[in-house]
């Protein structure tokens, strides 16, 4: 079976329409926008000015993105604030905004989800040793949590 092609957007207009439609379903980043109107068709001069202009409208919007993103990671996934950060340092956002964004995780929740996620992890293991810390702490900071808080928690066990 062929795969079919589909024909590249180059209105201006259309490409708005699109863009706007997009930033609606869900919080985007700038980057996520941009690789949208490139895959579209769209060129370079064109989508800057569409981006220019959903910032204005707000539509888009770097500071709610980073938030929306940081909760929804660390309610939804389990993800410590060194995985949050990475994620959203490779969505190009600003060091100001993921600032903002880890200053909406409260630090009580943050040290319950840790021990939520350790004490689940717990549970594959038959046997207390240290190895098994080992690898609690290893799936920890895999999940992106801070090797000192997690040796901390570890440790009060």
């Not at 956002?93 to 600032?99: H, L």
Request: proline share 2%.
């Amino acid at each position: 079976m062929e795969k079919q092609q589909f024909k590249k957007i180059t209105s201006p207009e259309v490409l708005r329409r699109k863009a706007e439609h997009y930033c609606a379903y869900q919080e985007r980043c700038q980057q996520e926008v941009r690789n949208k109107l490139y895959e579209l068709g769209g060129y370079t001069r064109d989508i800057e000015l569409i981006i220019a202009e959903l910032i204005e409208k707000n539509f888009l919007n770097e500071e709610r993105f980073a938030i929306a993103y940081a909760g929804g990671k660390f309610r939804i996934k389990k993800w410590g604030k060194i995985k949050i950060i990475n994620e959203l340092k490779f969505r190009q956002i600003s060091a100001y905004c993921i600032k903002k964004a880890l200053q909406q995780i409260d630090e009580d929740d943050y040290r319950k989800t840790l021990v939520e996620v350790l004490k689940k992890k717990n549970k594959n293991f038959t046997s207390s040793s240290p190895m098994q810390k080992m690898q609690l702490a290893k799936f920890a900071m895999s999940k992106g949590f801070e090797p000192d808080l997690i040796w901390k928690l570890l440790k009060a066990e």
